[in-house]
């Protein structure tokens, strides 16, 4: 602005504007239609790609949680059912280890029985055995003796009777 007129110039209206507000302003639009064109498309073209992933990422993280959900459910299903069968096997197991037990005592109570069997009959044809000795040997000591104490030989009467 001026402050005073020169060589009786009048000052120019300020309300008017002049060829520098035109340039600076075409100046303006042609940097504004750069950079709208040139630099606006490219950043925003990269946080397109940004929102993109983030949303693949997001939707991955999702599908994630539930193929977890998924997968742990059926390995809490398999445990269950081998935590049966476990149980089942282990009470076979046993069932059939009380029944080979039971077959073992019930053998080694018959081999038990036939070995007390057999001895019993061993002895007591031991026994019958030393029965006859010892009536035998009775017989002959009684007939010595009460010779002796008769005083005369009873074997030889005995063998006559």
Sequence with gaps: MYLAAEDGEKPPNFLIPNATFFVCLLIFVIVLVVI???VVPPILKVLDERDARVAKTTEDTKSAAASYEDADTQYRAAMKDAR???TGIRDQARAEGNEELAAAKRRATEEADAALAATTESLKSEGDRAAES???DVERLAATLAGRVLGTDISDKEKVN
Excluded: P, S
């Design 84 to 86: 049966g069968d476990a």
């Design 36 to 38: 709208r064109t040139l």
């Design 134 to 136: 010892a009536r035998g």
